[in-house]
Each structure stands twice: as C-alpha cells, then as structure tokens.
C-alpha cells in the first residue's frame, strides 16, 4: 500500500530564505507525483506535476525533483516570500490514484 | 480551461439532517470524478471515486450508505451526506478528470460541511 511521508509538518522562516520541503513515497511505481499550495479553508492549486520519467520540473521560484528509486521527491522555494505562506502538499499518482502526503505549513515571516 | 467548481462553499446543517454537495466541471468533459475529505490540518482522504454512468467505487473503510455519489452526466456528481451527524462535518473537496487513465485531477475549491 502507497504510503506519503511529509517533513518537516510545519515550518517557519523569515522573509528571502531559500528552503526545502521533503516528501517520500513507499512503493517506486508511480505515474507522476504532484505538488500543491493549499491556503486555510481553500482548495488545491497544482504547483507543479513531475511524469515518472522526469527528475525535475521549475516554475518561476519553485524547483521539483523526483528520485523515484529511493522514493523521494524535493520542493525548493527560493528567495520565500509572506505570499508563500500556506500549507504545501505532496501527491503520487499510483494505482489510477493520487495519493497525498500530510502535508508541510509553511510561514515565512516580514 | 479545466475549471471545477463546488456548491455550496459552505453549508451548516442540523443533525439528522441530509446534504448534497455539487461538484461540477465548467469546462471540459469529466469521465472520471473523485470526492475527498480533509479534517483540520489534516491531508486529503480519498473517499470514493465515480465514473460517468457506473457506481461509485468506495475506499475502504467509506459507508457507501451513508455517502451517496450520483455521477449522472459529464459535467456533474454529486455527493450526498445522509442523516448527518457533528463527526461527518468536514471539508469535502472534488476533482474531476477527463479520462479514466493517468491524466491530471482539477480541484473543486471545497465545501465547509458544520453539523450542529
């Protein structure tokens, strides 16, 4: 059974850090794993979708990578902004499924 | 495009009571829609998945009785919380897919469910 590990669940950072959040994934035969932003009381918004073939994807600030031997996969924010804030999600898509992780609250302070 | 929207956004209802939530895709076909559940702080749980026209396949552990899943068209499931009591409040939140393969999930932006 797929299982999605998130650390650290919560972190806290000041204004312009650059940091890293971790996710890990039991079983190696994934489709794509995903990551998403989720702020309080909201929805999901796809950051960024990494294929099972793939070790990285950028957008903007965001780096994803994905080392599906070891069942690890990376978010690197740079350069973290208050705007940052929220709550930031890791899934694999498994089994016709998307499995998520527990997530990591992040808060970048002023 | 690939937007998914949810009604209502909130909803306060007394126990005993039943609820429906709407999950809709605005703009493209969904073949395949899936209903989640989040408690506070907590990750997404898959509940159940539904494919236009068939039943719903539930998670384990899911009383279908008891969430009731309608996917009659391609553009609409609905989930039903029968004779809700305070332990089913939650945030419910949809995604739909155009497939039934692999492709990318589009989120619903989540139904606040309070049972007094």
């Known amino acids: 059974k797929q299982e999605v590990t998130q650390i650290p669940a919560a972190l806290s950072v000041p204004e312009g850090e650059n940091l890293v959040l971790n996710c890990s994934f039991t079983d190696s035969a994934i489709y794509n794993l995903q990551w998403f932003r989720q702020d309080p009381g909201k929805g999901l918004t796809s950051l960024l979708l990494i294929q099972s073939s793939q070790r990285e994807q950028t957008s903007g600030r965001l780096n994803a990578s994905l080392d599906k031997s070891s069942g690890r996969s990376t978010l690197y924010i740079a350069a973290s902004q208050p705007g940052d804030s929220a709550t930031y999600l890791c899934a694999v898509h498994s089994s016709y499924k998307l499995i998520f992780g527990s997530g990591t609250r992040l808060l970048v302070r002023p | 495009g690939a937007v998914v929207s949810q009604h209502p956004s909130r909803v306060i209802c007394k126990s005993g009571t039943s609820v429906k939530i709407e999950c809709r895709s605005l703009d493209f076909q969904a073949t395949t829609m899936f209903w989640y559940r989040q408690f506070p702080k907590k990750s997404l749980m898959l509940m159940a998945t539904?494919?236009?026209?068939?039943?719903?396949?539930?998670e384990q552990g899911v009383e279908k009785d008891k969430f009731l899943i309608n996917h009659a068209s391609l553009t609409l499931s609905t989930l039903t919380v029968t004779s809700a009591h305070p332990e089913d409040s939650s945030f419910y939140i949809c995604?739909?897919?155009?497939?039934?393969?692999?492709?990318?999930?589009?989120f619903g932006p989540g139904t606040r469910l309070l049972v007094l």
């Open positions: 539904s494919n236009e026209g068939s039943k719903a396949t539930y």
């Open positions: 995604s739909a897919r155009r497939d039934r393969g692999q492709e990318t999930q589009y």
